[in-house]
């Protein structure tokens, strides 16, 4: 009698460890790989122990890029991440890991900007100045890319003078996305004043992927700016032009990470639709790791790994 009952579950959990053990990459036409990606802005536990985000790899998430957030430029000597200055001791658990995860083949990038403001508006007032620390910034933790949160008012030619630098400083390998709320691909509503699909025209050049200098944009499905319940609004930023390979859907983490919040489930539904329908579809992200999978009853390296099953699919 037991035996018949538990067969069915040992099977169970032997199929559920064979495929996390798989290879969790998946392919585009361009050889890229379906990017599985995810925001870090809280580091600690609730107890205050860092994240091992090694875990990402040696458990076998799918993890594509981390993206540390956020940059903040308060003035000239107060550069932080969060709440503390990025060049200080606070941060030395971060980048042995961050160069693991890169030995590893994951892209780790920075963002800047987000809900707190004025990181654009003082590289715009004063570009000569800010410019060169962001830039020591990248060079010195030897970071892959960089992410334009931008949920403040500023000048477009400010985003592309700062994407056309890098390009120029850090090459073409360098990776330039923009994190965009789903609503303005389509200038129907904004965070910012910027019109990216404006942007996205001139932001151009001729040695970078696509003949762009947004490598692709992390575009936000949630907070009323566009939701990952179903495809709807992917479909409506698609409808508008944009390339699928350049639009990843972005999804919350958690419940207690915006409005919006889908579960795993649905999330699993979405993205399957999405890649029937474009088969060069941008992958996903998840705001923010720290939180992930708590409305799941998962931890955050668990709910990567559900998105990465989903992607692999
Ligand atoms: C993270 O885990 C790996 C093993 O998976 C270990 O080698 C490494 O020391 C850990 N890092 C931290 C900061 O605990
Ligand atoms: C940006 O300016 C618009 C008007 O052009 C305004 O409606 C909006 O609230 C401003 N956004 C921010 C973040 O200040
Ligand atoms: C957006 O706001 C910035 C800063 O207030 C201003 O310089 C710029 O001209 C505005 N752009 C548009 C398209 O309104």
Redesign the pocket.
Same mark, same amino acid.
């Given at each position: 009698m037991l035996h018949k009952l538990l067969a069915p579950l040992i099977a169970l959990l032997s199929l559920s460890q064979y495929v996390l053990s798989f290879p969790l990459t998946v392919r585009l036409d361009n050889g890229a790989p379906l990017r599985n990606i995810v925001y870090v802005q809280t580091f600690t536990d609730s107890r205050g122990n860092w994240f091992n985000l090694t875990d990402l790899v040696t458990q076998k998430s799918g993890i594509t890029h981390v993206i540390l957030a956020s940059l903040h430029l308060d003035s000239p000597t107060e550069i932080h991440l969060n709440d503390n200055d990025i060049e200080s001791s606070y941060w030395d658990p971060l980048w042995p890991m961050v160069s693991s995860l890169q030995a590893a083949g994951v892209k780790v990038m920075l963002m800047m900007g987000g809900a707190a403001?004025g990181s654009y508006a003082r590289l715009q007032n004063d570009f000569d100045t800010y410019y060169p620390i962001i830039l020591q910034i990248l060079r010195h933790h030897n970071l892959d890319g960089f992410d334009m949160d931008v !949920? !403040? $008012?500023v000048s477009e030619s400010i985003l592309l003078r700062l994407a056309q630098q890098l390009d120029a400083d850090m090459g073409t390998n360098f990776i330039l996305t923009a994190a965009p709320v789903a609503l303005s691909m389509s200038n129907s509503g904004n965070?910012? $004043?910027v019109s990216w699909p404006a942007l996205d025209k001139v932001a151009i050049s001729s040695t970078r992927p696509n003949g762009k200098l947004f490598n692709w944009y992390n575009t936000q499905f949630y907070d009323g700016w566009g939701s990952a319940a179903s495809t709807g609004s992917y479909d409506t930023v698609i409808k508008a032009g944009w390339d699928p390979r350049r639009i990843v859907l972005g999804v919350l983490t958690a419940a207690s990470a915006g409005s919006s919040w889908q579960p795993t489930s649905v999330l699993a539904s979405t993205i399957a639709s999405l890649k029937a329908k474009y088969p060069n579809f941008g992958g996903v992200f998840g705001w923010e790791y720290g939180l992930a999978g708590q409305s799941d009853g998962q931890t955050p390296v668990q709910w990567v790994q559900s998105i990465g099953r989903y992607l692999a699919a």
């Open positions: 403001q !949920e !403040e $008012n965070l910012d $004043n």
